[in-house]
């Protein structure tokens, strides 16, 4: 009778320990399966002829990946010379609004981003620097894309505008369509920074922008209200 006794104990313990061990490795692997969005987005850098470049997130699965960013920047990218010193780093001369952001990718999906590379690079001297961009997303900070980049000439410095509009709603990510005092339609791009500032904005607002021009395309720095 004693027998059974211990034996009964010794169950009492063992199983418990059996359950615990078993949560802990299903735990671990959803965790780990979570955190694996670097082995289902591929990243990639697009230069064209006139030196502007698009970085481009690709979901290479059969299942919606979540890209999940802590703010509003959704990109970093830095200029290096031959001599591996950083020229300019994309995020030095920014604020980006702190707030979890999320993206979600449908299977084979691609996100691209303009790196605006005209305008971010203002002022630096011509020449040939390693251009390196990776995306800000929770996985991917260390899937950098590198490539050779050839400065031909500085760009010029943009001046910085002013000008009321009336929004009318969303084109795409990256640009907005307005109505300026005239009534005429317009359709501006959005610079990195601008993008969060018209996520939740109603169509029918009246905005003040401040933006630059460069071959007739009006880019979008920041935005507030119109009084």
């Not at 990218?77 to 010193?85: I, R």
């Not at 760009?155 to 009336?166: A, F, N, R, S, W």
């Amino acid at each position: 009778m004693r027998k059974n006794k211990t034996i009964n104990w010794i169950l009492l313990l063992v199983i418990p320990l059996f359950i615990l061990a078993s949560c802990g490795s299903s735990l671990s692997e959803s965790t780990t399966g979570s955190d694996a969005v670097e082995d289902t987005v591929s990243t990639r850098i697009d230069i064209t002829t006139n030196g502007e470049g698009s970085f481009t997130l690709k979901n290479e699965t059969s299942e919606e990946a979540v890209l999940e960013m802590s703010s509003g920047q959704q990109i970093e990218f830095q200029l290096l010379n031959n001599e591996k010193e950083i020229i300019y780093t994309y995020s030095a001369n920014k604020l980006f609004m702190q707030e979890i952001k999320e993206k979600k990718l449908q299977p084979n999906e691609e996100w691209t981003i303009p790196l605006n590379l005209k305008e971010e690079l203002v002022g630096i001297p011509p020449g040939p620097y390693t251009l390196t961009v990776w995306s800000t997303a929770k996985g991917l900070n260390d899937q950098k894309e590198k490539v050779a980049y050839e400065l031909l000439t500085s760009p010029g410095k943009l001046v910085v505008q002013t000008q009321e509009i009336k929004f009318t709603g969303l084109v795409d990510p990256h640009s907005i369509e307005v109505k300026n005092l005239a009534g005429e339609t317009e359709v501006m791009q959005l610079s990195e920074v601008a993008m969060p500032q018209f996520e939740n904005v109603e169509e029918g607002t009246h905005l003040i922008i401040e933006y630059v021009e460069e071959n007739g395309q009006k880019t979008v720095q920041t935005t507030y209200p119109a009084e």
